[in-house]
């Protein structure tokens, strides 16, 4: 049996490693007496897969978690049973089994929705970078890669710009794709010429078919247009 699990990563914690994330969940299901299944040979590991990194710094409302299970548990009681034993900031909002066969979210998920805050530039302003980076036929940014220092085209992985007025100031909403390579928020701020702030990852997306579900998601929702607003 495999349970998919969505949490949040948010406050104080979000300047935890992916890795010490991993080592959090390992602890909380072991202490929870959750039936993990185990990986075979000299050094068994916890049977878990977790979905695309979030970069350290960046909280999120969309965390995802597959658990390989030795026994059946109902999701809501893993969720309710593991949620008290994480830290602060880090907390299981749903929980569903997967189908059998059912693919890994490194393979599935495809774009990425993100809340970036963006001090100390008026709504006036972004707007003019999201229009100039949206008509742009490339949106170069060097990134460090095997040691050495290689540039990039973000422009195909630029899906969606929009602007609002946040608490703080302008904010950014963006939708990035994650495949064939992830963007960044801080990549993305390098290529519209800006800096940003806090960044929040609200939503990540399988798409198949036409049609894009949550990884948790009953069904389909419709696309959104890349735009500037």
């Known amino acids: 049996m495999r349970v998919r699990v969505r949490f949040t990563k948010l406050g104080r914690v ?6 010490d994330v991993a080592r959090m969940w390992e602890r909380a299901l072991r202490r929870g007496r959750v039936p993990v299944a185990y990986t075979a040979g000299f050094t068994p ?29 109902d999701p809501a009681a893993l969720a309710r049973r593991v949620s008290p034993l994480l830290p602060e900031g880090v907390d299981v909002d749903a929980a569903g089994v997967l ?13 990425c929705a993100w809340d970036v805050e963006v001090p100390g530039v008026s709504r006036e ?6 229009r100039r980076a ?3 036929e490339h949106l170069p940014v060097a990134r460090e890669r ?29 939708e990035l794709s994650t495949q064939p390579r992830g963007v960044r928020p801080s990549e993305l701020a390098q290529a519209l010429g800006v800096e940003l702030g806090l960044a929040r990852r609200t939503c990540q997306w399988i ?6 579900w949550e990884p948790l998601s009953a069904g389909p929702v419709a696309a959104a247009g890349v735009r500037a607003s």
């Open 14 to 19: 979000r300047w935890t490693s992916h890795r």
């Open 45 to 73: 590991r916890p049977q878990l897969s977790f979905g695309l990194a979030l970069p350290t710094g960046c909280e999120s409302l969309a965390e995802y978690l597959d658990v390989a299970l030795t026994d059946d548990v």
């Open 99 to 111: 189908d059998p066969g059912a693919r890994s979210l490194q393979e599935d998920v495809t774009a």
């Open 125 to 130: 302003a972004l707007e003019a970078a999201c």
């Open 134 to 136: 949206l008509e742009a």
């Open 146 to 174: 095997k040691g050495r220092v290689v540039t990039d085209d973000l422009r195909p992985s630029v899906r969606m710009l929009a602007c609002r007025e946040g608490p703080r100031g302008a904010q950014l909403q963006a």
């Open 207 to 212: 798409e198949r078919d036409g049609s894009r």
